[in-house]
């Protein structure tokens, strides 16, 4: 089926994803040019809420607040943090620009990951019309995380405790020279 | 053609723009009225009226650190519960109550052992 | 088009009911923490001196907003917004009333009834740690920095409470709507107690306890303990972005004293006398009279808790509130298990 160009604009939402997706790509790609850290994540924020926003566009709208609940609100914060207890540096940090020797094949493997990712995506809803449908209720959600999904759901617990345990072993003092 | 869930979102961004405007306006407003004079000594960085020493960081604990990872965690904790919490009734009709019951409190098990963990390391412990 | 319109309208109704509403909490505040330490508090603007606030905030259009050196311009001007923004939007899922019917069409009192509602109101609240973090990174200064890593660390262990002591009342209500959790509240139980989620007495006491530690209120106003950290993270902030600050912190405690007015105590549902063209203004006065019971009790700590330590604080939250609401979510879906059908062995 082809969209003539006309039409293509005709469609309100094409504007509304447009209006999202344009800022979540720069924000994108000044998180990977910005010379300062904080302001680098900041634009991560943007970008991540352009996601959540084109999730809700899709009707997933648990996906959409989790990704700002849990990446935002929490990943993100993680960082932040992470910055402001070990360096804080205000203004341009030359560091961050990397050598053109690194550019080059994070380059191709940017490349790579967006053909992958395009080919999967293309391969699985290649001509299929997205209708004005009804969005995923949570509900439908829980049905398949505690039928098909349960056993990844229960390894993502383990997943997480390894995180947290990976975490505490970085952080820790050494037991030796240090109380408890 | 707008149904229910996209009307409700078309007012979140409504709120958003609104609340943006009014905010701007409001900051635009004091910036016209508000005087601005900057130099002299009120520029400094406060520091209880003694001039400010090594810049503007000062170091602080990494187990601050460790609170933020231990909310991540928690918080995709919450994340998982709030769909079984909302489909337990379901459950509970279709006869797979105690299934999903169990399968929550394991996980959630698993999660507390993490906390647990954190506890007897002493990491949440100031000395 | 008219949706834009009617959204719109929304937000102005919203926003400004939210404005009036602050300017009065101030002067409450201000007012009732004067008579319980026994002195006058304000008294010379308007009677009872009840356009202070009103002038104060006149007042911060007309003060210089100092920017200290070392800001990082961008980042120090967007935390104020940040702050508020997040506070503004947290009230717009939040049911005042019940529906009103005008000209046979049926709108509802909230500016939105989202499905996820209460997620809604969880991420929200998880952006408001920008505002924060922001604060004290951008001033390039010791004080907000410090008063800052302090802040985002306490409010992120109380979220993570908050988050949990809401699971029951979604295991109760078995929707994540905040319009349906209050709608589950209607009518009574026994014939004789309302039907109020209070029942789940330690989700409310925990959601209440992590809204006092999430708005940075007293016992937990260790984030801008003047006395400590002079003012925590909004220290170099003076002028109209200071009052921006202050506004966002009051509506803060307003939304969480609504939150848990519409979440726990049954939000508009009450007793409806009189005839139809009058009926629609009891639901309204129920569910403001919950609010303003709550944000007294705000006030009441405020006036009568000294503040916490720091180390108490988060031991506080990890040790005792987050197992407690683990234990309590397990409790409460076994309770429903029985509830619905009987004990396992019977």
């Given at each position: 089926m082809t969209v003539s160009l006309a039409d293509w604009f005709r469609e309100a939402a094409n504007w509304a994803f447009m209006i999202i997706a344009i800022p979540t790509l720069f924000a994108g790609w000044r998180t990977v040019t910005s010379n300062n850290i904080v302001r680098a994540v900041l634009y991560l924020v943007v970008s991540l809420a352009g996601t959540a926003a084109l999730f809700i566009m899709l009707g997933a709208e648990f996906v959409g607040w989790t990704v700002v609940l849990v990446y935002i609100g929490a990943v993100i914060i993680l960082f932040l943090i992470g910055i402001m207890i070990t360096r804080a540096p205000l203004g341009v940090d030359a560091d961050l620009s990397h050598a053109r020797n690194v550019r080059t094949p994070a380059a191709v493997l940017g490349v790579l990951l967006f053909a992958v990712i395009g080919y999967a995506v293309i391969d699985a809803f290649e001509n299929s019309m997205i209708e004005p449908f009804e969005p995923t209720a949570t509900a439908d959600l829980a049905n398949l995380l505690f039928s098909r999904w349960v056993i990844p759901f229960e390894v993502v617990s383990f997943v997480l405790l390894a995180a947290l345990i990976g975490g505490i072993a970085l952080a820790r003092k050494d037991d030796n020279g240090a109380q408890r | 053609m707008l149904n229910q869930y996209y009307g409700d979102y078309v007012t979140v961004a409504v709120f958003v723009a609104v609340g943006a405007v009014l905010v701007g306006a409001a900051i635009g407003m004091s910036k016209m009225i508000a005087p601005r004079a900057p130099g002299g000594f009120k520029d400094v960085p406060y520091e209880s009226g003694i001039e400010p020493i090594l810049g503007g960081w000062s170091q602080s604990h990494i187990r601050y650190y460790i609170f933020a990872l231990l909310f991540l965690i928690f918080d995709v904790e919450a994340v998982f519960i709030f769909p079984w919490a909302l489909q337990l009734e379901y459950f509970d009709s279709i006869g797979r109550g105690m299934f999903a019951l169990i399968e929550m409190f394991v996980f959630i098990a698993i999660l507390l052992l993490g906390l647990v963990y954190a506890i007897r390391k002493g990491v949440l412990k100031w000395e | 088009m008219s949706i834009f319109i009617e959204a719109a309208i929304r937000a102005v109704f919203v926003f400004g009911f939210l404005l009036v509403t602050v300017i009065l909490l101030v002067w409450v505040e201000r007012k009732f923490v004067s008579d319980l330490q026994n002195r006058v508090g304000p008294d010379r603007a308007g009677p009872w001196g009840i356009l202070q606030t009103l002038a104060d905030g006149m007042k911060s259009f007309f003060k210089e907003s100092i920017r200290p050196t070392n800001v990082e311009v961008a980042l120090f001007v967007a935390a104020p917004i940040i702050a508020l923004m997040t506070a503004l939007l947290i009230f717009m899922v939040v049911p005042i009333g019940a529906p009103v019917e005008i000209n046979g069409t049926e709108y509802a009192l909230v500016g939105a009834d989202l499905n996820v509602g209460l997620l809604y109101v969880l991420a929200l609240s998880s952006m408001a740690v920008y505002a924060i973090v922001f604060a004290g990174w951008a001033s390039g200064s010791k004080y907000p920095l410090l008063g800052s890593v302090r802040a985002s660390a306490q409010m992120i262990s109380y979220e993570a409470a908050m988050g949990l002591s809401l699971v029951p009342v979604v295991l109760f209500a078995g929707s994540t709507s905040i319009t349906t959790i209050v709608e589950q509240q209607q009518g009574t139980f026994l014939g004789v107690?309302?039907?109020?989620?209070?029942?789940l007495l330690p989700s409310f006491v925990i959601f209440l306890i992590s809204g006092f530690a999430e708005t940075n209120r007293a016992p937990f106003d260790l984030v801008e303990a003047e006395q400590e950290i002079v003012g925590g993270y909004h220290t170099e902030y003076s002028g109209f972005q200071f009052a921006l600050f202050f506004l966002a912190e009051y509506i803060a405690v307003f939304n969480i004293s609504a939150l848990t007015a519409v979440l726990f105590l049954g939000g508009w549902s009450g007793p409806v006398f009189g005839p139809a063209w009058i009926a629609w203004v009891w639901p309204i006065g129920w569910f403001l009279l919950k609010t303003w019971a709550i944000v007294l009790f705000f006030v009441w700590v405020r006036a009568s808790l000294p503040r916490m330590r720091y180390d108490h604080l988060m031991s506080f939250g990890w040790k005792k509130l987050i197992p407690v609401s683990l234990a309590w979510i397990i409790l409460v879906a076994i309770a429903i298990g029985i509830r619905d059908f009987g004990l396992p062995w019977s």
């Open positions: - | - | 107690f309302p039907a109020w989620n209070i029942v």
